[in-house]
């Protein structure tokens, strides 16, 4: 099973994980980043298409603001005002 962070280079079938190379290119700046996916916002909102998702990763980082940065609760109160769940909808905990 290929994880969906990983990615098939030109060089071989061999999968590589592409947080790990962003991570390092990021480190031989003396940079950091954290990385969020659709996954993470689809364990929370499995409600969501991956298009939707992404839509929520974008307003995210449209409205980002470095005092508070990003969380669970972030990702979730965007998506809700994207998407709002139907009444009755039961939530899943965050990160799980």
């Known amino acids: 099973m290929t ?3 990983d990615i ?3 060089s071989g079938p061999e999968p ?3 947080d790990c190379q962003v991570h390092a290119l990021l480190a031989e700046q003396k940079k950091i980043a954290i990385i ?3 996954e993470d916002v689809q364990s929370f909102r499995p ?3 991956d ?6 990763l974008q307003q995210v980082e449209d409205i980002h603001d470095a005092e508070w940065g990003i969380s669970w609760q972030t990702l979730e109160t ?3 005002d994207l998407f709002p769940q139907p009444a009755g909808a039961v939530e899943k905990p965050h990160g799980n």
Do not use: G
């Open 78 to 80: 965007v998506a809700d």
């Open 51 to 56: 298009e939707q998702a992404w839509e929520v």
């Open 16 to 18: 590589v994980d592409i």
């Open 3 to 5: 994880n969906a962070n």
């Open 47 to 49: 409600d969501l298409s």
């Open 8 to 10: 098939t280079t030109d």
């Open 36 to 38: 969020w996916c659709i």
